[in-house]
């Protein structure tokens, strides 16, 4: 069925359903398939036909998130904890992540059998660097679950398209003490027409949903040993908006001012660069760099979704890249210089930067 007849037939269903069409508050996810037609992103070219999960618990909802025991902010932090057993939430911000009082290599299975016992495909595993991303997959319960759907979706539900798709990375950080940082980040793409003859569809990416990175930690912290009525304590407190990075230039250099000192900016750079879809290969804390491979916008040997995000049609060679967050008191400065750590002002440097800054609002 061409994209258009498909897009069709949902909307149709969705007009036929009324109120009833679509309940957001549900997770279901089955990873995705592309009809005959449909343009593809180069990570969807993954896709498995089996990796279908249903995720345990209660379903999402924003009120559901807001039913846990209020978090207080610590008094030396302005990260707000809640503790429990050997693991604890720690939220900064819009930003929210599990510490675990256990080294990395032991979490290592437990945090890759939670993707995989659900049923996730993981179509990356770096347990060097501590990175782990899921395939991408469709969240079924956005389907409407009408009338027409419950007489022929069990014949039919190919022809049925959220025409949304979801994958998530986790990233488990080492820290001095001992202990293990673990975050985990969403990427979306959307499906939209590509003319205005709605004869063809191509894939764009849409926005990161916060809400549910908060839903997978608190699920994780229930594989982790806590309670499902503990682990709601997650997302208690009230979302925070962070201050915004703003694009600058030091001696010609490009760079991004941040009013956050080092702690916040490091995290909050790890999350952009995860969401962002960047291939991290290292990363050193105690200097502040990430160590990135850029894959350029028209590459043929390794397209990735964060090339579709720049545009262009450059062919050139992936390349190695340091983001390097440089703090002095409660401000930072964010740059990124070549393999060799020296700073440069490319066309390359600077949409990085953008992109960065983007999803930094």
């Not at 450059?314 to 002095?328: H, I």
């Not at 964010?334 to 600077?350: D, F, I, K, W």
Request: with cysteine; charged share 25%.
């Amino acid at each position: 069925m061409n994209p258009t007849a498909r897009l069709g037939l949902f909307g149709l269903t969705l007009a036929l359903s009324a109120c009833s069409v679509l309940d957001g508050d549900k997770i279901d996810y089955k990873s995705a398939t592309k009809g005959a037609t449909l343009e593809v992103p180069p990570d969807l070219q993954q896709l498995s036909r089996d990796s279908r999960y249903t995720l345990p618990g209660s379903v999402v909802s924003a009120n559901a998130l807001q039913a846990g025991q209020a978090v207080q902010p610590s008094a030396t932090s302005t990260a707000a904890t809640a503790t429990m057993g050997d693991v604890r939430i720690e939220r900064d911000g819009n930003q929210r992540w599990l510490v675990v009082k256990r080294p990395a290599d032991k979490l290592w299975e437990p945090v890759r059998d939670f993707w995989t016992e659900n049923g996730f495909t993981l179509a990356q595993e770096q347990s060097d660097v501590g990175i782990m991303e899921t395939d991408w997959a469709e969240n079924r319960a956005k389907l409407p679950q009408d009338i027409i759907r419950a007489t022929i979706g069990k014949v039919f539900d190919a022809l049925y398209s959220t025409g949304e798709r979801d994958k998530f990375r986790t990233r488990l950080e080492r820290m001095p003490n001992g202990d293990t940082e673990i975050y985990i980040s969403h990427r979306g793409m959307i499906e939209v027409y590509s003319s205005s003859a709605k004869d063809s569809t191509i894939w764009q990416p849409r926005a990161a949903d916060p809400e549910l990175e908060t839903e997978f930690l608190r699920r994780l912290m229930v594989k982790l040993g806590v309670s499902q009525q503990q682990s709601k304590a997650i997302a208690a407190a009230p979302v925070q908006t962070p201050p915004s990075a703003q694009l600058s230039s030091v001696n010609g250099v490009p760079v991004l001012q941040m009013h956050e000192g080092f702690d916040r900016a490091w995290r909050r750079i790890g999350l952009a660069l995860d969401r962002t879809g960047f291939t991290v290969e290292d990363r050193d804390r105690s200097q502040g760099v990430y160590f990135v491979r850029y894959v350029a916008p028209g590459t043929d040997k390794e397209e990735s979704f964060f090339s579709k995000l720049l545009g262009g049609k450059a062919a050139t060679p992936p390349l190695k890249y340091r983001v390097v967050v440089r703090s002095a008191g409660e401000a930072s400065t964010v740059s990124v210089l070549n393999a060799a750590g020296a700073p440069e002002t490319s066309a390359n440097v600077q949409s990085i930067l953008r992109v960065l800054a983007d999803d930094l609002k």
